[in-house]
């Protein structure tokens, strides 16, 4: 029987050696080994597994699944194997596809902010419930784990509720909500009743940004405040902070908020 060295396998079949001896490394192909030199040679049976290993990885066929195909003595066999190739791909699919979707979100979302920094609009607040609440105003890591592994916590926002205090805004309480239409499709749909509810409130809005660097963000609206009054609105005392992006550059990060301030009904 004519041998071959893994050199001239790899010419004769423009395969690179390398790759063969990742096929050997796998357990898919077993070459004799000549015991005085340690050299690999093929024969006609190793040459023939070794050009199915390379027609099978044209159609991305990956090497475990080619070891067990290898291991499949039946049409039936084969063909079940390749049912469950494909259904496993689809359902590969169907995550790409969702993860583009999740992306375009993201992408739209993210565009939304950059269009509504420092535009001012009256918008309203759909109602909101509260899932988490501190009455510190301030985020506590320690609490961050419980919000970060909720259930609901992709369809929520973290949300300052800001009151004046003296010639400037404090926060006096953190929260994490839940605004409608997304606590419909939530988790939390089934048990909203047993959730703190806030109703919907007309309000002044728009996107602001505050450093994170400050331990305790110094939150200021005086230019929302003189908009409203130039526009002949009256605004309520509370603001409403809800974090929605951050911009990280290095050291600097700028944290992106809505801000609505809810506007007193004539």
């Keep these: 029987m004519k041998r071959y060295s893994i050199h001239s396998v790899a010419e004769l079949l423009g395969i690179s050696a390398d790759a063969i001896r990742l096929y050997e490394k796998e357990g898919l192909v077993s070459p004799m080994r000549d015991e005085s030199n340690g050299y690999r040679y093929y024969g006609n049976e190793q040459i023939h597994k070794i050009m199915g290993i390379y027609l099978y990885r044209q159609i991305n066929v990956g090497l475990s699944e080619i070891k067990?195909?290898?291991?499949?003595?039946?049409?039936?066999?084969?063909?079940?194997?390749?049912?469950?190739?494909?259904?496993k791909n689809e359902a590969q699919m169907e995550q790409l596809k969702q993860k583009g979707e999740k992306l375009r979100f993201m992408k739209r979302h993210i565009e939304n902010v950059h269009r509504g920094i420092d535009r001012y609009e009256v918008k309203e607040l759909p109602a909101r419930y509260v899932v988490f609440a501190n009455e510190t105003g301030r985020v506590k890591y320690g609490e961050i784990k419980e919000i970060f592994?909720?259930?609901?916590?992709?369809?929520?926002?973290?949300?300052?509720?800001?009151?004046?205090?003296?010639?400037?805004?404090?926060?006096?309480?953190?929260?994490?909500?839940?605004?409608?239409?997304?606590?419909?499709?939530?988790?939390?749909?089934?048990?909203?009743?047993?959730?703190?509810?806030?109703?919907?409130?007309?309000?002044?809005y728009t996107i602001k940004s505050f450093d994170e660097k400050v331990v305790d963000i110094e939150w200021n609206f005086l230019s929302m405040f003189?908009?409203?009054?130039?526009?002949?609105?009256?605004?309520?005392?509370?603001?409403y902070a809800f974090y929605i992006y951050s911009l990280m550059s290095g050291e600097n990060i700028r944290d992106y908020y809505e801000i609505y301030i809810p506007l007193c009904k004539k």
């Design 226 to 239: 003189e908009y409203a009054r130039e526009q002949g609105w009256e605004c309520a005392g509370n603001v």
């Design 149 to 204: 592994n909720h259930p609901a916590f992709s369809y929520g926002n973290m949300c300052y509720h800001i009151v004046k205090d003296g010639e400037g805004y404090r926060a006096d309480s953190l929260q994490f909500v839940v605004r409608e239409p997304m606590l419909n499709i939530s988790p939390l749909n089934g048990v909203k009743d047993k959730l703190k509810k806030y109703e919907s409130a007309e309000c002044l």
């Design 68 to 87: 067990r195909l290898f291991g499949i003595d039946s049409f039936e066999g084969i063909e079940a194997e390749f049912d469950r190739m494909i259904e």
